[in-house]
Each structure stands twice: as C-alpha cells, then as structure tokens.
C-alpha cells in the first residue's frame, strides 16, 4: 500500500517571501499522480497542482511550484511571493495510474500561516 | 456551472441514530468518493464508487454504509454502529481510473453529536 508523509506539521512564511513544505511517499509502482490540494478555513479542497510521475519536468502553476525527485520518492510544494490568502492547510496526495479506482491517499496536511 | 453538492452543511445526530448525508454530482464523473477528516488526521477514505450500483469499502467504512443507484448521487448513511461520528465529511468526484483528470470536491458536512 501506498502512504504519503507531511512530517512538518506547521510552517509560517512572511508575506512576499517564498516557502517550501515537504512531502514524501512509498511506493513500489513506477507510475502515479502526485496532487497538491489547499483546504482554507472554508473547508473547501483546491487542487493547487499536479505532477505525472511519468514527467520529468516539474509541474508550475503560476506562484506554485513543485521539486519532484522520483528516486528520492519525494515531491515538495514552493510558494513564491506569498500571499496572505495563501494561508491554508496543505495536503500532499497519491495516485495510482492503474488499478481498479482512482482513489487518493492523503498525507496529513500541514498548516501554513502567512505573516502581513 | 458544474460541480459537487453536500447537504447538509451542518448535521447532528442523537445517541442510537443513523443519518444520511447527501453528495449530488452533475460533472458527469463516474467515479465517487466519501472522506472523513479528523484533526490532525488528514483524509481518510470511507467508501468509493466506479460505477452505478457498484461500490468498495475504503479505509474506514465500519459503521457506514453508502448507495449507487445513479451516476449523479452518492449518499452516506452513519449508521449507530459508527461510536465515533464526529468529524468533517467530504465527498468527491472524478472522471475515473487511469486519468490525471483530479478529484472535485464538495464543500463538505460537519456532523456533530447531540
């Protein structure tokens, strides 16, 4: 089975700076989906990002981006230029390519606070 | 505009009640998901759904019980049998298996004990 490890639990960036939070796995699969979501107080999951193992570039989406290493089985998250509405809980998640469902399998999350 | 619908956002349950927690989808997906978020817990998967009238356990899925009868709807039912019911359900859809299409979410009910 696959697991998925945010061992930070809280992190805090100043606002306009840039913060990098953690994210491992294990898995013995060669191919797979790794997601980034964002939960704000209002609960709601946002995908933020999302990287095809198959890739080996790694993903951007504007202010977000990721350092995937496939042999270190690790996949961590960069915000640049910090917003306060960046201040979140942040969720690293798994996914099997094949297989037969599509399910997630979640890290803990860890919090993220912006300082004005 | 399309997208995922929990209802209600606020549930209590009394000692000895199950309850039934509505997931609504007009994305079109045939996939569907149910979530219990716990403190410090992140995730967990309770039941999932491929297919209509097709459902597997996840993680979690003592004291639940779910129904596929239509592609659109995924309701969850938290049977007396769940001792521990307090938490933060999500339900989730996506396009299937072998996609890197994302899951969506709901926003989400808050069942609580009276």
């Known amino acids: 089975a696959q697991t998925v490890t945010q061992s930070q639990p809280e992190m805090s960036v100043q606002e306009a700076e840039t913060v990098t939070l953690s994210c491992t796995y294990d898995t013995s699969e060669s191919d797979y989906y790794l997601f980034w979501y964002k939960q704000p107080p209002s609960r709601q999951m946002i995908l933020v990002i999302r990287q095809e193992a198959y890739k080996q570039q790694n993903a951007t989406e504007n202010r977000f981006s990721v350092n995937f290493q496939k042999a270190a089985k690790s996949f961590s998250l960069k915000i640049s230029d910090s917003q306060l509405g960046d201040a979140a809980m942040y969720f690293c998640a798994y996914r099997s390519l094949y297989g037969a469902n599509s399910k997630l399998t979640f890290g803990k999350g860890i919090t993220l606070s912006v300082r004005p | 505009d399309g997208g995922i619908t929990q209802s209600p956002k606020y549930l209590f349950r009394k000692e000895g009640q199950n309850v039934t927690l509505s997931c609504e989808q007009n994305?079109?997906?045939?996939?569907m998901y149910w979530y219990r978020q716990d403190p410090g817990q992140g995730l967990r998967l309770i039941y999932y759904s491929q297919i209509v009238n097709d459902f597997q356990k996840g993680d979690i899925a003592e004291g639940y019980s779910v129904s596929r009868e239509k592609k659109e709807s995924f309701p969850l039912t938290v049977t007396s049998a769940q001792k521990n019911p307090t938490a933060f359900y999500l339900c989730?859809?996506?396009?299937?298996?072998?996609?890197?299409?994302?899951?969506?979410f709901g926003d989400g009910t808050r069942l609580s004990i009276l």
């Open positions: 989730a859809s996506s396009i299937g298996q072998g996609s890197n299409q994302p899951q969506h």
């Open positions: 994305l079109n997906h045939d996939a």
